[in-house]
């Protein structure tokens, strides 16, 4: 509870609550276009790699009800946000099972389906490269031989005349003294597979051609202006002819940021006036949605006796699939911060994006910390054993504090370490044994800690409308979007809290760019504190317009005006009083019977002025890539069956320096939602692809995820507040993170139940039953 807050840091129910659980939210595929909507199937590649030699629509064409097939004739622009290497739909080459190769739009699904399979491509099959090891030899086949040619921002660095998509270096002190200073050095690789988002609402848009060469879309999406941006660059249409409207979103986790499949339906331009819905089967979302990278990565750290970390080699070889474009930024950020939380003197970090004949990869919640932070922490915990010290005081001992230099020697923020360690590790009981009465069952806990950095671009803007209606309520038009994080309530309550309109008396407008002003994306875990300061810029500048009109009208000094419960009020005089419906939208009449005032609205923007992205390349050195850290830890406790190999995680603490908790029941929940999904990748999920690339578990059947079966006994989540200097009320983002510690915590505790160290994700029951069973298992100690 905030002593100095009315609103804002005090818990209070979801402002879109009563709309979602009434069933009353209106998503993308509810939405009614009348009998005229038309539908868009896909023809997709059904291999990996090949060369289109020609491809024959005529059959296709020729169906009753199609109206229109595309081709990468029709469409051959390439696009992207950070590097433009996808394809609309290709031209001469095919590089993932699944890739678009044509479209047909028809007046029902069922003709457009029909019409696809008469759609004749003839192929000449090149072998698939599956594996970054076979993609960075010097001889193999290049999937982008057009690399060199591609647009590409500057901080993104593709290698042409390779398979390597981007490099981010970071060289920090001397690596190999400090190797030489240590007492003990661990060096080993682990492994983090593919996995997809599996949203509930599979990806869907639906686009309009009118006859004023002006494209409408209703997409579910994370990032409306930058689907805008990419789609006016690509097409080379104004952005004012572009108008993308985003309803409810039934979940991102990333996969709906930049732009993907929205882009196909630019064929509607064939069919002008006519809605075209596009929407992703539960196998296309499968094959066809971008997934999180995977990750072999070779960690290499040198100790002394006491503790201290004396140096770090991080090497990072990410799968990026046949698309790096916007999974390069995960490359690039994970670059920056491969150390996890922790102060190293001496380091060196490659983080490398390659291409594979994989489907493409982008954002996946977490942005790669989850991936590299499996390593560094199983690490961790393998080092501590073997110079002796407790885990969790190995990790105190080296834990990163406020001012201390991160990697690129910028300094750190205001951080909560210590005290998100000691809670959590106080929450789980670490340190106390528990024996379970199965002697089959072995009862273990594991630890780990946990930071993430938004990964943005230097110049990411945000900016607010607040206007009021006659009655003194308001409607806040942003264009962050709400995919179950929030946001929107947080929104509200920093309205609230500086113009004092309760919250019943707010609405958060779902965007458009065309009403609502600019965004750059809802990614990166930035946006509390990024739009929450556009918010509260905005609200200071509707109630300095406020004050204005009142000192004007009654004479009275602004300075002593102040807002209450929705009424300007006077330190100079306890009887002046004045409602806000009295005066936002009319203005005030004056003594002379003119008028003063008008419609009161507030504008407020911001960007993170001090960041700098441009870094010398070879050391990764010069710049300020990152705004700030929000750091954590999480635990677990486990029951492990012997014979089975199965484990069940019964409880589990998390803890995260959130800076200030706006609605501190939706960061718990945020807590518990991101742990379970941590526990997903971590026991269960993995893309399964057969020797040609084509993926085999394409279903909810044999791609596993928790169930409510699957959920721990006991959660504890942990708020830990070291406030934000620039932070809005000293917050800053938290939602990612949740699931970053769960990987290694749950390796970490299988360790300690049999000593079994597994470093391949996920952490399945066939390899905790048979690895024990094998003749050369050691078990660690």
């Known amino acids: 509870m905030s002593k100095n807050t009315k609103v804002v840091g005090h818990d209070a129910v979801r402002i879109d609550m009563e709309e979602k659980i009434t069933g009353a939210a209106l998503y993308t595929d509810d939405l009614p276009f009348g009998p005229n909507l038309l539908h868009m199937s896909v023809l997709a590649s059904p291999h990996a790699h090949a060369e289109i030699l ?21 469409y051959p622009q390439k696009y992207g946000l950070y590097l433009q290497d996808k394809s609309i739909l290709p031209v001469d080459r095919v590089r993932y099972v699944g890739e678009q190769v044509a479209v047909v739009i028809a007046r029902t699904k069922e003709i457009a389906d029909e019409g696809c399979k008469l759609i004749k491509v003839d192929y000449k099959v090149l072998e698939p490269i599956l594996d970054v090891r076979d ?46 200073e240590a007492d003990f050095i661990l060096e080993d690789e682990y492994h983090v597979p593919h996995v997809v988002h599996a949203c509930i609402e599979t990806h869907i848009s639906v686009a309009r051609y009118d006859y004023t060469k002006r494209f409408t879309m209703w997409n579910s999406t994370q990032s409306p202006h ?17 108008r993308i409207i985003a309803p409810y979103v039934g979940g991102g986790f990333g996969g709906k940021a930049g732009i993907s499949m929205e882009a196909l339906t630019v064929a509607c331009q064939k069919v002008p006036g006519y809605p075209v819905k596009l929407r992703w089967s539960r196998k296309e979302e499968f094959l066809n949605s971008s997934q999180r990278q995977e990750l072999r990565a070779t960690v290499k750290m040198g100790v002394k006796k006491n503790g201290k970390i004396t140096a770090l080699r991080h090497i990072m070889h990410w799968d990026v699939g046949a698309s790096a ?21 001496n380091v060196s970090i490659d983080s490398v994006g390659v291409y594979t004949n994989h489907p493409p990869c982008a954002a996946y919640r977490g942005f790669g910390y989850s991936e590299f932070h499996f390593g560094i922490e199983s ?15 190995f990790r105190r001992i080296n834990a990163i504090k406020t001012d201390d230099e991160v990697a690129y020697k910028c300094h750190m923020n205001p951080s909560g370490m210590l005290e998100c360690i000691d809670k959590v590790a106080e929450a789980i ?27 943005m671009p230097p110049n990411a803007g945000s900016s607010v409308f607040i206007k009021f209606s006659e009655d003194g309520s308001i409607n806040v038009l942003v264009s962050g979007m709400e995919i179950g994080q929030g946001l929107h309530t947080a929104v509200a309550k920093f309205a609230s809290e500086i113009l004092t309109v309760p919250l019943d008396k707010i609405r958060v407008e779902l965007p458009d760019t065309d009403r609502n002003p600019y965004e750059w994306q809802t990614v990166a875990s930035h946006e509390t504190w990024e739009l929450g300061n556009a918010t509260i810029r905005a609200a200071r500048d509707a109630r300095d317009k406020i004050f204005d009109v009142v000192s004007r009208a009654f004479h009275l000094e602004k300075e002593s005006l102040y807002l209450e419960d929705g009424k300007v009020k006077d330190d100079l005089d306890p009887d002046f ?70 484990v069940r995680v019964v409880k589990m603490a998390e803890g995260f320096d959130c800076g200030k908790a706006i609605n501190p029941d939706l960061v718990k929940d945020q807590i518990v939602g991101g742990f379970i999904q941590g526990l997903g990748t971590a026991l269960y999920e993995v893309c399964i692809f057969d020797d040609k690339g084509k993926m085999l578990n394409t279903n909810f059947t044999d ?69 024990p069973l094998q003749k050369d298992f050691v078990p660690e100690k």
Request: no cysteine; proline share 9%.
């Open 429 to 455: 009981e670490w340190g106390k044994e528990e024996v379970s009465d199965d002697p089959d069952i072995v009862i273990a806990k594991g630890f780990a800690s946990a930071w993430k950095a938004p990964a």
């Open 325 to 345: 474009e916007y999974g390069n930024n995960v490359v690039n950020a994970t670059g920056f911060s491969a150390t996890g939380p922790y102060f190293v003197p």
């Open 226 to 242: 930058t689907q805008r941006h990419i789609m006016a660059n690509a097409l080379g249409i104004p952005h004012k002819d572009i």
């Open 135 to 180: 993609a960075m030899k010097e001889d193999a086949v290049l999937i982008h031989p057009d690399l060199g040619d591609y647009q590409v921002i500057p901080w993104i660095n593709p290698q042409p005349g390779t398979n390597i998509s981007h490099v981010r270096k970071i060289r920090k002190g001397d690596v190999e003294k400090g190797f030489e």
């Open 577 to 646: 009083s004045l409602p806000f419906e009295d005066f936002v939208i009319t203005g005030i009449q004056t003594e002379f019977n003119t008028w003063v005032g008008g419609p009161i609205m507030g504008i407020g923007s911001f960007i993170p002025e001090f960041t700098n992205a441009m870094v010398d390349p070879d050391t990764g050195m010069g710049g300020h890539p990152n705004v700030h850290y929000t750091v954590g830890a999480g635990a677990v406790k486990i029951e492990l069956n012997k014979k089975t190999g199965v």
């Open 703 to 771: 791609y596993k995820i928790p169930t409510i079966l699957e959920m721990p006994d006991e959660m504890i989540p942990v708020i830990v507040e070291v406030p934000q200097p620039d932070g809005p009320f000293g917050a800053r983002g938290m939602s990612e993170h949740t699931m970053i510690p769960v990987m290694p915590a749950v390796a970490n505790a299988i360790a300690n139940a049999i000593g079994l160290r597994i470093k391949d994700i996920p952490l399945t029951a066939e390899k905790v039953a048979l690895r």
């Open 54 to 74: 020609k491809i024959d629509t005529s059959e296709a064409e020729k169906l009753p009800g199609v109206m229109a097939v595309a081709t990468g004739k029709d």
């Open 379 to 393: 690490h961790m915990d393998r080092i501590a054993k073997a110079i002796g010290i407790d885990p969790v005081e």
